[in-house]
């Protein structure tokens, strides 16, 4: 048998199948997504209209989930009607949506007869205006309807958007306080900003996260284990390292060396920013912080802007990761201009809300 010899042209026929594939579970996403967000909003609204009976809200969302169940089979149990009525709640639009939306029981998307033009192209309209709203999954809206908070719910759901985050990374994320440690370093704008744009990296501090949590790596809080060991665990889960570090970073080396007068050093990580343009240097502590290691990262970090980067990259930035730091030791040590050399505390296991709670009065 005679093998296909056009192979670009095969592999072209093979990405466009993929693609509209993908495509075709993206569109189903976006229309359960909007369908379960139209069923909270009817059940919200009859539950307003009924208020006055007492307990309607609940015998209504029994009734309709054993009619909805007889008709379509599992999915529409109470607690399910319950998580849509809380995901419309959640993720209510503006109020002239709302109003056009309202009164339109018959035009919405279990409708079984047909609407008139007029209708249509109303509805049409609102969801267009939904699907732009409703990036993600029904199961990742599953999660961002627990996090009560409006403004840090917005930031998990932009994140997951633009990072393309799974449902288990957005709950990791979530889980380690991505949030609440990118807000301890800024201000009010700052973190308003979070909510409405996600993290946006213009500045090296804007990557710096304290405390960053390495629970994915395996090592218990009490367990002990050298330089060494912590790097080389890092490095087998590189991936879920890269996305603690956040936005940008791309590995370069591990135990880089770097040498002059006859004396060599080796720095433990070395990555690449590519929104900053700069490499990214971090030095791994298994004690207290000291002084000495705040001025050998500014060793590194002087080298590497002499000698490696180039004309059109911004200067290198230097982490230390330590398991205890003395802010003083890091405030007296760096210049009061410092914006090269970052010094942050990691964790091996996720802090509870109590060590979460204690690192913002910090």
């Given at each position: 048998?005679?093998?296909?010899?056009?192979?670009d042209?095969?592999?072209?026929?093979?990405g466009?199948?993929?693609?509209?594939?993908?495509?075709?579970?993206?569109?189903?996403?976006?229309?359960?997504?909007?369908?379960?967000?139209?069923?909270?909003?009817?059940?919200?609204?009859?539950?307003?209209?009924?208020?006055?009976?007492?307990?309607?809200?609940?015998?209504?969302?029994?009734?309709?989930?054993?009619?909805?169940?007889k008709?379509?089979?599992?999915?529409?149990?109470?607690?399910?009607?319950?998580?849509?009525?809380?995901?419309?709640?959640?993720?209510?639009?503006?109020?002239?949506?709302?109003?056009?939306?309202?009164?339109?029981?018959?035009?919405t998307?279990?409708?079984?007869?047909?609407?008139?033009?007029?209708?249509a192209?109303?509805?049409?309209?609102?969801?267009?205006?939904?699907?732009?709203?409703?990036n993600?999954?029904?199961?990742?809206?599953?999660?961002?309807?627990?996090?009560?908070?409006?403004?840090?719910?917005?930031?998990?759901?932009?994140?997951?958007?633009?990072?393309?985050?799974?449902?288990?990374e957005?709950k990791?994320?979530?889980d380690s306080?991505?949030y609440?440690?990118?807000?301890?370093?800024?201000?009010k704008?700052?973190?308003?900003?979070l909510?409405?744009?996600?993290?946006?990296?213009?500045s090296?501090?804007?990557?710096?996260?304290?405390?960053?949590?390495?629970?994915?790596?395996?090592?218990?809080?009490?367990?002990?284990?050298?330089e060494s060991?912590?790097?080389?665990?890092?490095?087998?889960?590189?991936?879920?390292?890269?996305?603690?570090?956040?936005?940008?970073?791309?590995?370069?080396?591990r135990q880089?060396r770097?040498?002059?007068?006859?004396?060599?050093?080796?720095?433990?990580?070395?990555?690449?920013n590519?929104?900053?343009?700069?490499?990214?240097?971090?030095?791994?502590?298994?004690?207290?912080?000291?002084?000495?290691?705040?001025?050998?990262?500014?060793?590194?970090?002087?080298?590497?802007?002499?000698?490696?980067?180039l004309d059109?990259?911004?200067?290198?930035?230097?982490?230390?990761?330590?398991?205890?730091?003395?802010?003083?030791?890091?405030?007296y040590?760096?210049p009061?201009?410092?914006?090269?050399?970052?010094?942050?505390?990691?964790?091996?296991?996720?802090?509870t809300?109590?060590?979460?709670?204690?690192?913002?009065?910090?």
């Amino acid at each position: 048998m005679n093998k296909f010899q056009n192979k670009d042209f095969l592999h072209k026929i093979v990405g466009l199948l993929d693609d509209a594939r993908k495509n075709v579970v993206r569109t189903i996403n976006h229309t359960m997504v909007i369908t379960y967000f139209e069923i909270g909003r009817m059940i919200v609204e009859e539950e307003q209209e009924g208020k006055e009976r007492a307990g309607y809200g609940k015998s209504l969302l029994k009734e309709v989930s054993k009619e909805l169940t007889k008709q379509f089979g599992r999915g529409f149990s109470i607690r399910n009607l319950e998580q849509m009525r809380k995901f419309y709640i959640a993720y209510s639009i503006s109020q002239t949506l709302s109003a056009e939306l309202k009164n339109e029981k018959s035009a919405t998307l279990l409708r079984k007869s047909k609407p008139n033009s007029a209708t249509a192209s109303r509805i049409s309209k609102n969801q267009q205006e939904l699907v732009v709203k409703f990036n993600l999954s029904w199961s990742h809206y599953l999660t961002l309807i627990r996090i009560d908070d409006k403004d840090e719910r917005n930031f998990y759901e932009i994140e997951s958007y633009k990072n393309n985050w799974s449902v288990r990374e957005l709950k990791r994320q979530y889980d380690s306080a991505l949030y609440t440690r990118l807000t301890l370093s800024r201000d009010k704008k700052e973190v308003k900003e979070l909510a409405v744009k996600g993290q946006i990296v213009v500045s090296p501090k804007d990557i710096i996260k304290d405390p960053y949590i390495l629970e994915f790596i395996g090592l218990p809080e009490n367990t002990k284990y050298s330089e060494s060991d912590l790097e080389q665990k890092i490095i087998d889960k590189l991936e879920h390292f890269l996305l603690e570090l956040g936005n940008g970073f791309t590995f370069v080396a591990r135990q880089k060396r770097i040498s002059f007068d006859d004396k060599h050093f080796r720095i433990d990580l070395v990555f690449y920013n590519r929104i900053l343009n700069c490499f990214v240097l971090i030095d791994l502590k298994i004690g207290d912080l000291k002084h000495q290691d705040i001025g050998q990262m500014q060793m590194y970090v002087n080298f590497y802007d002499r000698e490696l980067k180039l004309d059109s990259e911004n200067k290198t930035i230097g982490i230390i990761l330590c398991k205890n730091k003395s802010e003083a030791v890091v405030k007296y040590t760096l210049p009061e201009n410092n914006e090269q050399i970052f010094a942050s505390k990691y964790k091996t296991i996720l802090p509870t809300l109590a060590e979460f709670e204690s690192i913002i009065k910090e």
